[in-house]
């Protein structure tokens, strides 16, 4: 591990299309950071606006031990991950943590000393909260387990290789760019509709949500700490219907909430919040 601090405004960031990539991507432009985009689909960048005009590295991580070229005493926040919609499939365990893995090597490999990996509140499993950032870990998907995996996997790595690794534990969020099949948007869309009802869950989960873009601002500030394991959360949980009814009130439409139409998942922690 390396000590000092030598971080610059140099940064380069992958998964820079999807949910959160974008928004830190945002949020760095907005902080006089050097951003370079790490993507295989040139397609998607040209879709959003701020994207378009940034460095691009092209490289696909299925193809993790090809040369790479990038710029040097740089930071690597890496948020790519495939199959995130699906967080039960064995790929990520079987292939998905494999990719990283290397991936990772090879951009330690080509001079990359500063890396940030985004994790998962989910590499907590079904622990009682509040959660610490230094608590066990009890993964129990396949997602979160190859998460977990890939985090140890590189502390092990920093025993034989000089880097630093940020591992940050994102909790719940909401927010621009977020899949539209997600419980908010899902939501937004009922209202604009111009629905009467909308089904769900129950809705007493007790869970940590946090905005997306105050997310991407906590992990810019967590750049400084260099290395470590934290929770990137607002550390007050919220009950999922008042989430719900607050969203409501923010677009001044309203609309009743079916609590009850579902119910809750075998492996869902309806009480998981953190300790930033």
């Known amino acids: 591990m390396i000590k000092k601090n030598n971080l610059n405004k140099n940064i380069i960031v992958s998964g820079a299309t999807g949910f959160v990539g974008r928004n830190i991507v945002k949020n760095l432009i907005n902080n006089n950071y ?7 689909n040139k397609n998607k960048v040209l879709s959003i606006d701020y994207l378009k005009n940034l460095p691009k590295i092209y490289f696909d991580l299925e193809e993790y031990d090809k040369p790479i070229k990038v710029p040097q005493n740089a930071t690597l ?9 699906d967080i039960h499939s064995i790929n990520h365990i079987e292939k998905n943590y494999i990719n990283n893995y290397y ?3 090879n951009m330690i490999k080509n001079g990359i000393k500063n890396i940030v990996i985004t ?4 590499e907590y499993g079904l622990q009682k909260s509040p959660i610490k950032a230094n608590s066990i870990t009890m993964p129990n998907d396949a997602y979160s387990i190859s998460k977990d995996m890939l985090h140890k996997s590189l502390r092990l790595l ?12 994102l909790f719940y969020m909401y927010g621009e760019g977020q899949n539209e099949n997600s419980i908010i948007p899902l939501l937004d869309s009922a209202l604009e509709r111009g629905d009467k009802i909308f089904n769900m869950s ?31 959360c607002k550390g007050k949980p919220i009950l999922l219907k008042d989430l719900m009814k607050k969203r409501m009130k923010e677009k001044g439409i309203y ?12 492996d869902e922690n309806t009480q998981l919040w953190g300790e930033p």
């Open 202 to 232: 129950p809705g007493d989960q007790l869970l940590d949500y946090l905005e997306i873009n105050v997310v991407a601002k906590k992990i810019i500030e967590k750049l400084s700490k260099l290395d470590g394991t934290y929770n990137i």
């Open 119 to 122: 994790g998962t509140c989910f």
């Open 158 to 169: 920093q025993n034989k290789s000089d880097f630093n690794l940020l591992w940050l534990r």
């Open 255 to 266: 609309i009743k909430l079916n609590t009850g139409y579902y119910g809750y998942r075998k």
């Open 77 to 85: 926040i890496h948020c790519a991950w495939s199959e995130v919609k």
């Open 34 to 40: 050097k951003v370079s985009i790490l993507i295989r």
């Open 103 to 105: 991936f990772i090597k």
